[in-house]
C-alpha cells in the first residue's frame, strides 16, 4: 500500500531548480535530455492511463498539460517509483492562468512532491517570480546562460 504524500515534514528535501527557458545546454547541465519521441510510455495510475513522456530509472518527465489531468491524490504512486521528475511546458501564471483550478491543481501536486522528497524540474519559457508563500519559491531559479553564436552582434 502507498503511503498518501501528505505525510510529516520533509527530512531531506532535495531541492530541483525552474529552468528559463530549458535549452539543450541549460538541461544538460543537470543530465537532463529532452526525450526522443520513441520514449514516450502510458503509465497506470489509480488504474487510469497517463501519457508521460519518459519514464526510465529514478526519472519521470511530464509535460504540464498531462500532469494537470491527472488527480493530485494519485501522484503518490508515482512520485514512490521516480525520485526525479522533470515538468516541461509550465505556462507563466498570469492572466487566465493564475488562480484557475488548473494552476491551483498543479500547486497542491508540487507541494505533494516536495512532500514526497522528489527532485522538481520545471521547464517553462518565460516564468515571473514567485512570492515567499508559493511552493516553487522553494525551487532554484536557473535563466538562460546562453551566448549568442559566434558571428552575430547586436548594433551599436
Known amino acids: ?51 508521460v513522456k519518459s519514464a526510465e530509472g529514478d526519472l519521470l518527465w ?9 488527480a493530485a491524490g494519485d501522484m503518490a504512486s508515482l512520485a514512490a517509483r521516480f525520485g526525479q521528475w522533470v515538468v516541461d511546458g509550465i505556462p507563466a501564471p498570469a492572466g487566465p492562468v493564475a488562480g484557475s483550478p488548473e494552476w491551483q491543481k498543479f500547486l497542491d501536486i508540487v507541494d505533494r512532491l516536495f512532500a514526497a522528497d522528489v527532485t522538481l524540474f520545471l521547464i517553462g519559457a518565460a516564468l515571473p517570480e514567485f512570492g515567499a508563500d508559493s511552493p516553487l519559491s522553494l525551487l532554484l531559479r536557473v535563466e538562460s546562460d546562453e551566448e549568442l553564436p559566434a558571428g552575430q552582434s547586436s548594433g551599436s
Not at 535549452?23 to 514516450?40: C, D, E, H, K, W
Not at 511530464?62 to 491527472?70: S, T, V
Open 62 to 70: 511530464i509535460g504540464f498539460p498531462e500532469l494537470r489531468g491527472a
Open 1 to 51: 500500500m502507498t503511503e498518501p504524500l501528505s505525510g510529516g515534514p520533509q527530512s531531506a528535501f532535495r531541492p530541483g531548480r525552474i529552468i528559463i527557458p530549458g535549452t539543450a545546454r541549460q538541461l544538460g547541465t543537470f543530465g537532463l535530455f529532452v526525450p526522443a519521441p520513441g520514449q514516450r510510455r502510458t503509465l497506470e495510475v489509480a488504474g487510469k492511463p497517463l501519457a
